[in-house]
């Protein structure tokens, strides 16, 4: 009996968490917000590309200095 009261306390509570975290009128996203966020997207992949390339540039240089010691 218990373990039955405990699992529908526990859904219950669940249940009660969903509907408290997820809004009933959300606001509809503007086309503002989404031009915003792909700028974001943008300047985010734009610096992931940067440190790509200087990544890069670190490897080649190690190797050139492996090849000098070797």
């Known amino acids: 009996m218990t373990r039955k009261s405990l699992k ?9 968490t969903m509907i408290q975290v997820t809004p009933a009128f959300a606001s509809p996203v503007t086309q ?10 943008d300047d985010f992949e734009t610096k992931i590309q940067k440190l790509d390339d200087r990544i890069i540039s670190a490897v080649v240089k190690s190797q050139e200095l492996d090849n000098q010691i070797k």
């Open 8 to 16: 529908y306390s526990v859904s219950a509570a669940v249940l009660a």
């Open 32 to 41: 503002g917000q989404i031009k915003a966020t792909q700028g974001q997207i």
